[in-house]
């Protein structure tokens, strides 16, 4: 099977920063994309950031400028940097990634069980 396991989110206030980590582990033959997306309370998920193997990176328009997302691919690692946090960034991340298990030749897309950002005023 394969894990992500997300880390560093938290209660901050406006302005602040905070660095999200979400680690792969288990049968990875190979990671394509990664990506980070969240979820408001009564809101659909949303698509913040996501990055190619090769680091070519996709970005909410939202998050333009404030955040950043880069990867560890030795450590199978996604990070969501995140500057200048408003209110409208409190939501639960979720972290994916679309894995090939050793064995397989099927792309299958996992998510983390999320973690809760909280910004306040």
């Known amino acids: 099977q394969v894990q992500l396991v997300e880390s560093g989110g938290g209660l901050v206030q406006a302005g602040d920063s905070l660095r999200l980590s979400c680690a792969a582990s288990?049968?990875?033959?190979?990671?394509?994309?990664m990506g980070w997306y969240r979820q408001a309370p009564g809101e659909q998920r949303e698509l913040v950031a996501r990055i190619t193997s090769y680091g070519s990176t996709n970005m909410a328009d939202s998050v333009k400028g404030r955040f950043t997302i880069s990867r560890d691919n030795a450590k199978n690692t996604v990070y969501l940097q995140m500057n200048g946090l408003k209110p409208e960034d409190t939501a639960v991340y979720y972290c994916?990634?679309?894995?090939?298990?050793?064995?397989?030749?099927?792309?299958?897309?996992?998510w983390g069980q999320g973690t809760q950002v909280t910004v306040s005023s």
């Open positions: 288990g049968s990875i033959w190979s990671i394509n994309d």
């Open positions: 994916n990634a679309l894995v090939r298990r050793w064995s397989t030749d099927n792309w299958n897309d996992y």
